[in-house]
């Protein structure tokens, strides 16, 4: 069945659950995942049904592409053509996107050298050691954390005679 | 419970965007300015393919950020896989003898596809495609004796040179037009005859810079990858 005959209500719902499916995928993907490489993977999915909905927002009923070709291009005739703008955009989007998926998978590779593994948490925990190492903090130790464990030691006698004497 | 808390969410994401979806209805577009575009690009600009039209005259300056948010992505992944191809010379890992399916046909394609990417680049402004998607094609060209014969290296300083010089042209081609009296990055020369290859005033020049540098940048992005990943099987051995 040609697409243009379908039922237009019918029609619009088909091409939103479509690119709204996708970026919902993507989004999950993302945030379901332990493997970053994976969660890369998942952002591309959410950005080509960002990019969808991008274009189907030009959508016009029986237009074609912003082209001028054969007999158009005697006439000049623009009126039967879909919105040129979110194409341009889309085509400034994809490029954008190769590049972040490509610094992405570049960082995911030293990850992968570095610590052996790809899975978030653990990367993350190891990412903290070093981190840590490197500001010359002791590991488990952070300004923010409790000192000892529960029950806190009782505390010097200085302070505690200092206590008594007020 | 992790799980569930963001399955939840994603059912919410869902809810939110088809809420917004609701609002609009197919076919009738949100901007005013698509219309206006269609109705005088073919006047003010004078490219046969007007999503041309917009990326390179109307919004020239966002084409430009975004050759700019290419070359810093370019830039940044040599810098996070930079080491390696500093410290790895040709010498070092052997050219492998190439598999003779895989040559000849590496050899059979690479003109096959510059031809390919160069005419879809020239003709940006006349049918679909542009310096972006050429420059895409012109990329695979390189990368594809790469992928055939392990190993082989890449004119990383050829690449340098041709994305540097592409990339300078494209702000000359607006200088130009800024110092002509008119908008930076405005369309130059006469619009010509509309549909002929030289047509479009300024705007093929500007789409051939930006093929280039798109090729260049691609291409050596794809070798800094290429490049580690043969380094890992080397180190492995």
């Known amino acids: 069945m040609n697409p243009i005959e379908m039922n237009p209500v019918a029609l619009q719902w088909l091409l939103y659950f479509g690119a709204m499916g996708l970026i919902v995928i993507g989004i999950a993907g993302v945030v379901l995942h332990q493997n970053i490489f994976r969660m890369v993977l998942a952002l591309a999915i959410a950005e080509a049904g960002g990019n969808l909905l991008l274009v189907i927002a030009g959508f016009r009923f029986g237009a074609v592409a912003p082209i001028l070709q054969d007999d158009a291009l005697q006439t000049l005739n623009t009126s039967n053509m879909v919105d040129p703008v979110p194409q341009a955009m889309v085509l400034t989007s994809i490029v954008i996107g190769v590049g972040i998926q490509a610094l992405a998978l570049a960082l995911i590779i030293r990850i992968h050298q570095r610590y052996g593994t790809l899975n978030m948490r653990e990367v993350h925990a190891c990412m903290m050691v070093d981190i840590n190492k490197s500001a010359a903090v002791d590991d488990l130790l952070s300004a923010q954390q409790p000192r000892g464990r529960r029950p806190l030691p009782s505390p010097p006698e200085s302070t505690a005679k200092r206590a008594n004497n007020e | ?237």
């Open chain 2, 1 to 237: 419970m992790r799980n569930l808390t963001a399955l939840l969410f994603s059912g919410g994401l869902a809810f939110l965007l088809m809420v917004i979806a609701w609002q609009f209805t197919l076919g009738d577009a949100p901007m005013l300015i698509g219309a206006a575009i269609l109705d005088n690009a073919v006047k003010e600009v004078g490219a046969a393919n007007l999503v041309t039209s917009v990326v390179l005259g109307y919004r020239g300056i966002d084409t430009l950020g975004e050759i700019a948010i290419l070359f810093t992505a370019a830039t940044a992944t040599s810098m996070v896989l930079g080491s390696f191809a500093m410290t790895d010379e040709a010498s070092e890992t052997e050219q492998r003898e190439d598999g003779s399916i895989l040559g000849s046909s590496v050899r059979l394609f690479f003109p096959l596809l510059l031809t390919l990417g160069l005419y879809i680049i020239v003709h940006g402004h006349l049918t679909p495609g542009g310096g972006f998607q050429g420059g895409v094609i012109l990329a695979g060209a390189f990368f594809l004796p790469l992928l055939a014969i392990p190993g082989r290296s890449i004119n990383h300083g050829g690449i340098a040179l041709v994305e540097g010089f592409s990339g300078a042209a494209f702000i000359l081609i607006g200088l130009t037009a800024l110092f002509s009296g008119q908008a930076f990055l405005q369309p130059l020369f006469e619009h010509g005859v509309i549909g002929h290859l030289f047509s479009a005033g300024s705007l093929p020049l500007l789409y051939i810079a930006v093929g280039l540098k798109v090729g260049a940048e691609l291409s050596g992005l794809l070798a800094n990858l290429a490049g580690i990943s043969s380094h890992a099987a080397e180190a492995e051995k």
